[in-house]
């Protein structure tokens, strides 16, 4: 889709495609209500600003249908398509690492009341692990403010995948 595609939809249409990329609702209002946008970096820059305001609320809302790492996505549409595509490297995980993540995730609901969120795109079933270790050390303040920065993270590499810049400079 072309930014301009995204200007000019129809609010409730536009919506729909904005909330695949994260589903906090004053969050997919606001960003719908500052079209037009004069290119993607705009975009990308008015959503990545919005994103900073989310509070913990707008955070569980959202996380409330999201599939837990490594469990099989069966979701259908633009979220899921994106959820199977950004866990896909849990598909080859050792099945050593898949058994101590599943386990990671069991301690990080029962300690933080929430599924356990990374931005899993480009990172290696290992990695994955050794954050999701590192951040049940943390504090429930610090754990909802860096799972808040991951699916803002997940949000910008949705809406990169989504939007096409259609802005090419004129030639001379």
Known sequence: MLITDLNQLP?????????????????????????????????EDVAGRLAK????????AALSQHPRIGDRVDREGAEGDHSRREQS????AA????RRIAGGTARYEEQFGRVFLIRAAGRSPEQILTELER????????EWREAAFQLAQI??????????????????
Do not use: G, K
């Open 95 to 98: 099945a050593d690492i898949a």
């Open 155 to 172: 949000a910008q590499l949705r809406l990169e995948a989504a939007i096409d810049d259609d802005t090419t400079p004129e030639a001379p």
């Open 53 to 60: 305001e989310w509070t913990e609320q707008d955070l569980d």
């Open 11 to 43: 609010e409730d249409e536009a919506r729909a495609i904005v909330r695949v990329w994260a589903d906090v609702p004053s969050w997919v209002d606001d960003v719908v209500a500052a079209r037009p946008f004069e290119d993607l970096a705009h975009l």
């Open 89 to 92: 490297a849990m598909a080859t």
């Open 135 to 142: 951040r049940l050390s943390n504090d429930p303040e610090t």
